[in-house]
């Protein structure tokens, strides 16, 4: 159980020790310094420990904010400060320097408590009373001169956003009283569950499922559910609905549709209970950050099963919509990537985009116009219900398709206008999401010359086409092996050097598509039965890897380990492998669906076992996405 120690004298009436309580500490006493450092002490090292001024007034939930959020090593509000284990050595220094100085006193003015306009960022407190330390002639504020010893220690405690919430310690009785008035002009709960909610969702997310998906996220909290519980069951519901959709009945694809929006209901609230009760896990953040994917693939499936059932054979589309859809995702990971951290990183492209999103109307138009999974999914779920599995693919790979080219374009425009400086950092992440195995490493290392400018993309896009027509145009033959051969010399050559140029963020992208688009080629032009599932199932394996390999680096874990990336051969070693198979099996009997369904089992089983040790391990991150839908 983690433990709050109170700093100073008790306050009569103070439902301190209460708050402290409901939020799940056991709380001490200590009368100073002194008394902290001794209480400090006797809490076994491996817990988290809260120091709080029994002075401190404010809302509950702000101090649930700055004390029980598990993704941060330290956190504080003014009067509040919680350490997890991995800070308490810094904490330990800060109490012993402050039980050997001299004892101060400081008595900083605490705003009016009258009302004024708010700051242009909202984060003024209400009635006026800000999260700034109030100290008075009988001591400091403890909590909050540990706070500063800690970012001198180097680690900086995170200060949550309060908004309009009340975190503060009054210098005298008339201060606490107008403070505490302004704690009672909050409801901290409708606060609470409006930020559990995620400033930047799709307009469907945000006009049709949040405004009820909160109350269940409160649902969940009070009867003592998990997000990963949630989460699970979003699983589970979204599996039920694709096996609803591969009945190929009318009945079963109503059912499929209603079901895939109750899965999007429980998607969104996973992520409100998680941020409604601050119940971050590294578990948590594998399985919320996977899930999705998992779950509109496998509907996809359903879809091309419930196709077969009545007679038409739909894989093709069904492994184009994964395609397409996993290439969009690895366009944005990639130049988020690339940008977010670039020194002068400015663009008239994107000064206009700031413009337009000032404008009310045209933020939802261009979050509408990606297509997020919110509108997305119902898009699929109705589409379901009311046509054919055929119409509902084609329509979603239109949609994709041109959400694809809307947003690709924009970001090559704002790529080629943007004067930046992109940093070691981003090439590295960029080298990590290209995923070249040992032949282009080899190549990359004997490559005389470099390229430079927009000599990278330009090479792995030539690869790729040169790739795909030749696999498209001789299915069976080895010409396709021949020109893997040839794509394999263009990946080494592209990542050569550092991936810096303005368009090198499209690398990674090409090579997915080179890889995903032949596998669907190969298999759909060798006519063998069973050969298009088989596909289905190895680009599957092969894009969950690649999305474990972002959300890694989001997580700021970095890459899979490159044994791993080495072992299941890069995607040049892949696509060889592939197009060999197709020319020595496809006149064999399901020969080439057996390989490629072997393949897909081997690569599936490499990677989820590095996965789940990665992800379940005490070294992984504990985080969730808070920038809004991915596309």
């Keep these: 159980m983690p433990t709050a120690i109170l700093t100073g004298d008790p306050i009569a009436g103070s439902s301190l020790e209460d708050d402290l309580r409901s939020l799940g500490f056991d709380v001490r006493r200590a009368p100073d310094a002194a008394g902290a450092a001794a209480e400090l002490a006797a809490i076994p090292v491996r817990e988290r420990v809260a120091l709080v001024d029994a002075r401190f007034v404010g809302h509950v939930h702000a101090l649930r904010l700055a004390l029980t959020d598990p993704r941060f090593p330290a956190a504080a509000v003014s009067g509040a400060l919680a350490v997890q284990p991995e800070a308490r050595a810094a904490l330990t220094r800060a109490v012993t320097a402050a039980t050997s100085a001299p004892e101060t006193a400081a008595v900083p003015a605490l705003e009016s408590a009258a009302p004024g306009p708010a700051p242009a960022d909202g ?87 949040s405004p009820y998906s909160r109350y269940l996220a409160r649902w969940c909290a009070r009867r003592g559910l998990t997000p990963n519980q949630v989460t699970t069951a979003s699983l589970l519901t ?14 079963g694809f109503i059912s499929a549709g209603v079901l895939l929006i109750a899965s999007f209901v429980l998607d969104c609230t996973d992520g409100q209970l998680a941020r409604y009760s601050l119940q971050y896990s590294t578990l948590g953040a594998w399985l919320d950050a996977t899930f999705d994917r998992a779950k509109e693939y496998a509907y996809y499936a359903g879809l091309a099963l419930g196709a077969a059932r009545g007679g038409d054979d739909v894989w093709a589309l069904a492994l184009g919509a994964m395609v397409l859809q996993t290439c969009r995702h690895v366009v944005d990971f990639s130049f988020n990537e690339a940008n977010h951290d670039a020194t002068g990183n400015t663009s008239p492209t994107a000064a206009l985009s700031d413009r337009l999103d000032s404008v009310g109307w045209t933020v939802w138009l261009r979050r509408m116009i990606v297509l997020p999974i919110g509108e997305r999914w119902a898009m699929i779920a109705v589409l379901t219900a009311c046509t054919t599995p055929r119409i509902t693919l084609w329509v979603l790979i239109i949609g994709c398709a041109l959400a694809a080219c809307y947003t690709t374009a924009g970001r090559v425009l704002r790529s080629l206008t943007r004067r930046a400086r992109r940093t070691e950092r981003a090439a590295r992440t960029l080298a990590e999401l290209a995923d070249s195995g040992p032949i282009a490493e080899l190549i990359a290392k004997a490559a005389a010359r470099r390229p430079s400018g927009f000599l990278a993309p330009l090479i792995a896009a030539l690869g790729a086409a040169l790739l795909v027509s030749c696999a498209a145009t001789a299915p069976g033959g080895w010409l396709p092996v021949a020109a893997a051969g040839g794509y394999a010399l263009c990946a080494g050559l592209a990542v050569a050097a550092p991936l810096s140029g303005p368009l090198d963020w499209l690398v990674p992208p090409v090579f997915r598509a080179a890889e995903y688009g032949t596998i669907l080629v190969v298999a759909a032009r060798s006519e063998v039965n069973g050969a298009l599932p088989a596909a289905f199932g190895l680009v599957a394996a092969v894009a969950y890897h690649h999305y474990d390999t972002v959300y890694r680096i989001r997580g700021g874990a970095g890459a899979p380990p490159h044994w791993l990336v080495r072992a299941i051969g890069g995607h040049e070693g892949r696509i060889l492998a592939v197009t060999v198979a197709a020319a020595l099996l496809h006149d064999q009997n399901h020969g080439f669906t057996i390989a490629l369904t072997a393949l897909a089992a081997a690569l599936a089983l490499a990677v989820l076992i590095e996965s789940i040790r990665f992800w379940v391990s005490s070294g992984a991150p504990a985080v969730h996405d808070e920038t809004g839908e991915p596309a």
């Design 123 to 209: 984060a003024s407190h209400a009635a006026g009373v800000t999260d700034a330390a109030v100290t008075t002639a009988t001591g400091a504020v403890l909590p909050d001169d540990l706070a500063t010893a800690l970012a001198t220690e180097g680690v900086t405690p995170h200060r949550p956003e309060l908004g309009v919430l009340v975190a503060a310690v009054p210098g005298d009785a008339p201060e606490r009283a107008r403070t505490r008035d302004a704690v009672d002009a909050v409801d901290d709960e409708r606060v609470r569950l409006r930020t559990a909610v995620k400033s930047r969702d799709g307009f469907f997310t945000t006009f049709c499922i």
């Design 238 to 251: 979204a599996l039920i609905a694709a096996a609803c959709a591969a009945t190929g009945t009318r009945p």
